[in-house]
T-cell receptor, first 114, second 112 residues
Framework: DGGITQSPKYLFRKEGQNVTLSCEQN?????MYWYRQDPGQGLRLIYY???????QKGDIAEGYSVSREKKESFPLTVTSAQKNPTAFYLC?????????????FGPGTRLTVT | QQPVQSPQAVILREGEDAVINCSSS?????VHWYRQKHGEAPVFLMI?????EQKGHEKISASFNEKKQQSSLYLTASQLSYSGTYFC?????????????FGKGTKLTVNP
């Protein structure tokens, strides 16, 4: 089955530690996205990538880093510089050909930092 | 930059209708609608493109007023399965950015 996987579903970390969230897709999509979701705030874009080895900052990139070494994978690192990292993180992907309109979302990772 | 959705929440009885609005201060190329159930991933409902093209869900309709930079989602004869939070995502400018800006969501509850 084609889809997007995110792991783990729940993640707990101590303040001051970096943590990497996994996102893998087998949909052969070129574009991939990371969103952060807080209660009442909707989905806010952290980073996105339209092609391997290239990515752009979204609206709330500070304190986060990404890499795109493979088409299938777009890991997100939440660094210790992120002041309020506890949130629900969603990864998405999308084809870039004409008519490919839908972003497909993974099941999300709920990160708790204490 | 973030589009404004209204209302923030709505409660319906099964069979009733609802309208959810999405308004932007920017010129829009497209508006996308998603529904998210609690603890799950958002699911695509439909896209409305500049120029009038509309693609998506069979039982849910929407409109896109390009001049007013507004879109409305129409949920008719609501079913229990329609419950969830609805998000609009807007693509600004002339398209091709591959980037959406989402509103804060409208929580819809359908009761029996």
């Amino acid at each position: 089955d084609g889809g997007i996987t995110q792991s783990p579903k729940y993640l707990f970390r101590k303040e001051g530690q970096n943590v990497t969230l996994s996102c893998e897709q087998n949909l052969n999509h070129d574009a991939m996205y990371w969103y952060r979701q807080d209660p009442g705030q909707g989905l806010r874009l952290i980073y996105y990538s339209q092609i391997v080895n290239d990515f752009q900052k979204g609206d709330i990139a500070e304190g986060y880093s990404v890499s795109r070494e493979k088409k299938e994978s777009f890991p997100l690192t939440v660094t210790s510089a992120q002041k309020n990292p506890t949130a629900f993180y969603l990864c998405a992907s999308k084809g870039v050909q004409v008519g490919a309109d839908e972003q497909y979302f993974g099941p999300g990772t709920r990160l708790t930092v204490t | 930059q973030q589009p404004v959705q209204s209302p923030q929440a709505v409660i319906l009885r099964e069979g009733e209708d609802a309208v959810i609005n999405c308004s932007s201060s920017k010129a829009l190329y497209s508006v996308h609608w998603y529904r998210q159930k609690h603890g799950e991933a958002p699911v695509f409902l439909m896209i409305l493109l500049k120029g009038g093209e509309q693609k998506g869900h069979e039982k849910i309709s929407a409109s896109f007023n390009e001049k007013k930079q507004q879109s409305s989602l129409y949920l008719t004869a609501s079913q229990l399965s329609y419950s969830g939070t609805y998000f609009c995502g807007t693509e600004e400018g002339s398209g091709g950015s591959e980037k959406l800006v989402f509103g804060k969501g409208t929580k819809l509850t359908v009761n029996p």
